[in-house]
T-cell receptor, first 115, second 114 residues
Framework: EAGVTQFPSHSVIEKGQTVTLRCDPI?????LYWYRRVMGKEIKFLLH????????ESGMPNNRFLAERTGGTYSTLKVQPAELEDSGVYFC?????????????FGPGTRLTVL | GESVGLHLPTLSVQEGDNSIINCAYSNSASDYFIWYKQESGKGPQFIIDIRSNMDKRQGQRVTVLLNKTVKHLSLQIAATQPGDSAVYFCAENISNFGNEKLTFGTGTRLTIIP
């Protein structure tokens, strides 16, 4: 069974540019999560989809971040415009569902560097 | 890897010895706890989990202990191997539907000395 995949693995952009990260969850997993680790900090929750609906977006830092999951399959996370403090590693995870307490399986992450 | 710059607690253990990694969690309402292992350049990998109705759970070479009284979690790795070198994170969750986000600890870097 394929795991969670993320694309790209690395992205280097200039401040003010736009970047879109993609996550493909494990097939059949209704729950999809985005997390990130910025330099020197712990991994922090950004948001949670159940199928195509946003269940919890309490961790999204500001309105420069937009996450979508059209059709309830893969998800994208767009940062527009990117700022220096957005640099870090963005992880996607998925779980089977429904309900909490399900194991979340993580992808390899996308390392974003904003110059 | 992405751990560069992180000032993590570190633990060095001789290969073959046992290791214990500790974690203090923050939310007394949390009822689901997970240990993840992260190797350089990879995402967190699930190791073992435990629910709050248990105080101990064993897997292959790993044991997780939960002390709810003092909000403490530990991961024991038996007979460590070079491949156990990684950063280990504990995570907590309140397993109610609609509130499934994980809250991670800062991580501990485990180095196995050959």
């Amino acid at each position: 069974e394929a795991g969670v995949t993320q694309f790209p693995s690395h992205s280097v952009i200039e401040k003010g540019q736009t970047v879109t990260l993609r996550c493909d969850p494990i097939s059949g997993h209704d729950n999809l999560y985005w997390y990130r680790r910025v330099m020197g900090k712990e991994i922090k929750f950004l948001l949670h989809f159940v199928k195509e609906s946003k269940q919890d977006e309490s961790g999204m830092p500001n309105n420069r971040f937009l996450a979508e999951r059209t059709g309830g399959t893969y998800s994208t996370l767009k940062v527009q415009p990117a700022e220096l403090e957005d640099s870090g590693v963005y992880f996607c995870a998925s779980s089977l569902g429904p309900g909490g307490g399900d194991t979340q399986y993580f992808g390899p992450g996308t390392r974003l560097t904003v110059l | 890897g992405e751990s560069v710059g992180l000032h993590l607690p570190t633990l060095s253990v001789q290969e073959g010895d046992n290791s214990i990694i500790n974690c203090a969690y923050s939310n007394s309402a949390s009822d689901y706890f997970i240990w993840y292992k992260q190797e350089s350049g990879k995402g967190p990998q699930f190791i073992i989990d435990i629910r709050s109705n248990m105080d101990k759970r064993q897997g292959q070479r790993v044991t997780v202990l939960l002390n709810k009284t003092v909000k403490h979690l530990s991961l024991q790795i038996a007979a460590t191997q070079p491949g156990d070198s990684a950063v280990y994170f504990c995570a907590e969750n309140i397993s109610n539907f609609g509130n499934e986000k994980l809250t991670f600890g800062t991580g501990t870097r485990l180095t196995i000395i050959p």
